[in-house]
């Protein structure tokens, strides 16, 4: 049965973030990272079965989930993982925050921006430091910079923090520069964090996704690698997350760092995951066809102001010319949500998440272009 992502879904009175930001205005939201496509039935069913049974105590994970991400990994990337490596978490967030924990407190983290926003957050939650790398804009591909890398290492940095697919870039890292952040992660004896909760939202079918961990297996043990399927299947408020860490003193330090203060996903999140784990169904596939009509809708509409998109459902539109003062409020006033660059480091760009029906999203597009007229 074909998957539809053409129905507008009224979601007004589901206190929607996305959607609650705008209540009340004519704007519509592009801006968080929540599709608005219905999750898949093959998710909503076992949740409905569940809450046929009255109680909703305390809850074990199932084993089957752990099983359920193992064969998952291994059938899309190709990467076997014994279940010990696996650390079970409430969400990605929270898990890049455990990571830096690990660290002793005198530590430095190194981040290329621009980049999803919590990463800029880290070291302060966490009473550490932090040196920013910008990635390098070479003919509308943002890449890491490893000469900048090079140069803001210290004896103090101990973790370098990344999104693979990046988020906001949309980038998907070759394998050439995976090795490179490899070789240069060990060179200088440090622990590399990749958040890949995108990996499975490559749009360009020239481009693979390659967990680090798995295609530079001489860092392996350096590594805390960080998935989960709530992206994939629109299913962020059932939060459930699971960290990759080989090293078994690492992994006992990031589960040390937890501390009573990080919950266990509970009994409705382990059902949804474990079913979009185990999904092999068309849905992948299909979401991506409709996520590169929609992105071919939007680069006529944006096109040169695009940075070279590969993955995720986030576009990263350079509007540095239109030397905007209020940047989100002369997108409001031109009737869209979206969310202001300088918020993941970088300013003078949006990002636009073009995750919509085509109805929605062309009306959303009517606005861009005359938001983008402006001088
Ligand atoms: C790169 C990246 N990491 C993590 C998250 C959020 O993860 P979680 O909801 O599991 O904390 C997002 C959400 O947009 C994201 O884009």
């Not at 409709?290 to 071919?296: F, G, M, S």
Request: overall charge negative; proline content about 7%.
């Amino acid at each position: 049965m074909p998957y539809r992502f053409d129905q507008i879904i009224d979601r007004s009175q589901s206190h929607s973030t996305k959607w609650e930001k705008y209540a009340g205005r004519d704007i519509l939201p592009f801006w968080v990272a929540d599709m608005d496509f219905a999750a898949p039935e093959f998710i909503l069913e076992p949740l409905r079965e569940r809450l046929e049974h009255p109680m909703l105590g305390y809850t074990e994970r199932p084993a089957s989930l752990s099983e359920a991400f193992r064969s998952w990994l291994a059938h899309h990337f190709r990467w076997q993982v014994p279940t010990e490596w696996l650390v079970w978490l409430p969400g990605v967030v929270p898990g890049i925050n455990m990571a830096v924990r690990t660290l002793a407190a005198d530590s430095r983290l190194l981040i290329p921006t621009p980049i999803y926003y919590p990463f800029l957050g880290l070291a302060e939650n966490a009473g550490l430091d932090h040196r920013l790398v910008p990635l390098q804009l070479s003919d509308g591909v943002w890449k890491m910079d490893m000469d900048a890398m090079a140069q803001a290492v210290d004896a103090r940095v101990r973790m370098v923090c990344i999104a693979n697919p990046q988020n906001p870039t949309g980038r998907v890292y070759s394998l050439k520069e995976l090795e490179a952040l490899a070789e240069f992660i060990e060179r200088h004896d440090l622990i590399l964090v990749s958040d890949e909760i995108h990996c499975s939202l490559v749009l360009d079918p020239k481009v693979q996704h390659l967990p680090i961990a798995s295609a530079v297996p001489d860092i392996a043990e350096r590594t805390i690698s960080l998935f989960a399927a709530t992206k994939t299947y629109n299913i962020p408020a059932l939060g459930c997350a699971v960290a990759v860490i080989p090293n078994a003193e690492l992994r006992k330090r990031f589960i040390g760092t937890r501390a009573d203060l990080v919950a266990s996903p509970g009994p409705l999140a382990y059902i949804a995951s474990e079913a979009a784990f185990n999904d092999r169904s068309s849905w992948v596939p299909e979401l991506i066809v409709q996520l590169r009509k929609n992105l071919a809708e939007l680069r006529q509409v944006a096109g040169h102001r695009m940075s070279h998109l590969e993955a995720t459902y986030l576009a990263w539109l350079d509007i540095r010319d239109l030397q905007l003062n209020d940047v989100s409020g002369h997108f409001e006033s031109h009737g869209l949500g979206l969310s202001n660059g300088a918020q993941f480091g970088c300013e003078g760009f949006v990002r636009f998440n073009f995750a919509a029906p085509p109805d929605l999203l062309a009306q959303g597009l009517e606005r861009l272009s005359r938001a983008l007229e402006k001088k």
